[in-house]
């Protein structure tokens, strides 16, 4: 068995044109304010990305780029400013902040209902509540790649190799609305292998390049690639093996090409939701 390849491109292709579509016909053009802090070099490279996507869809994008020794009162009144601002509808504060800022207490601060990354507090707890509010850009990217592989999720076993609020929680909650059962391991599990190769749907995110092997795969699972790493050559890669584990695996995302580009067609998606409700 080899693997077919989950290919996030085109898929984040078609959602992008569908908000394209929805938006020629809204009254105003929906806004994205994206704030960053410094210019780490990955960060900026995915703003980037960000802002070719909103031209691409006619969303307004808003930049403002910080110094990074802004202190965390300055960031704060800027957003303050933004959720002010009827004009944005989204606002977008770019992680990782430097050390001496309280990310917490900067996403807290950001209007819930501009929230478009799905991080506050209050999306958060009705995402684990009602399943309702704006959801984070990287799982609910996810289950859309899930649902264009035709896979079906009701029913089958999904494991989650991660617990962080960005990606491995919310991942849980968005599966477990679509009926399936779901095992959340990190880096206290025992016996991970035993717990992996029990998935039906795998999903990695821990920041550990090639950490999956393709012994940890049940045969014909689904296997979902979050990880953006280096391997000991430089190279760009993932959290699975893929040469390895699309031997055994019957589809796989790649790294480059399979979740990244759906985390930015998810954030398009959420901002034209944001916008819908404040024309």
């Not at 933004?82 to 770019?94: A, P, S």
């Not at 009701?154 to 968005?174: D, E, Y």
């Not at 795998?202 to 795969?217: E, N, P, Q, S, W």
Request: charged fraction near 20%; include cysteine.
């Amino acid at each position: 068995m080899t693997a077919q390849w989950i290919d996030g491109r085109e898929i984040a292709k078609a959602i992008r044109l569908g908000v394209k579509e929805e938006i020629s016909t809204l009254v105003r053009k929906p806004a994205l304010a994206v704030v960053m802090v410094g210019e780490n070099p990955a960060s900026v490279v995915y703003v980037r990305n960000k802002i070719k996507a909103c031209q691409e869809v006619g969303i307004t994008s808003i930049e403002r780029v910080m110094p990074q020794d802004s202190t965390e009162e300055c960031l704060l009144e800027t957003i303050r400013a933004l959720n002010e601002d009827n004009g944005i509808d989204g606002i977008l504060v770019q992680l990782p902040l430097p050390a001496h800022i309280n990310a917490k207490a900067v996403l807290e601060a950001i209007d819930p209902n501009k929230d478009v990354d799905g991080f506050h507090i209050f999306n958060t707890g009705k995402l684990f509540t009602t399943g309702e509010g704006f959801k984070p850009c990287t799982p609910a990217g996810i289950i859309e790649l899930l649902k264009a592989t035709g896979t079906p999720i009701a029913g089958r076993h999904a494991v989650i190799l991660g617990r962080s609020n960005i990606v491995g929680k919310p991942m849980a909650m968005l599966l477990l609305q679509e009926n399936a059962t779901v095992t959340i391991t990190h880096s206290h599990t025992q016996e991970l292998a035993a717990h992996t190769r029990q998935a039906d749907i795998l999903v990695a995110a821990i920041g550990r390049a090639k950490f999956v092997t393709a012994d940890m795969v049940k045969p014909g699972a689904v296997v979902i690639d979050v990880g953006m790493n280096r391997d000991e050559n430089g190279k760009l890669c993932g959290d699975v093996d893929t040469d390895a584990v699309k031997e055994v695996a019957s589809w796989v995302t790649p790294v480059p090409g399979g979740v990244g580009p759906m985390t930015i067609a998810m954030l398009m998606v959420n901002t034209l939701t944001s916008a819908k409700t404040r024309q």
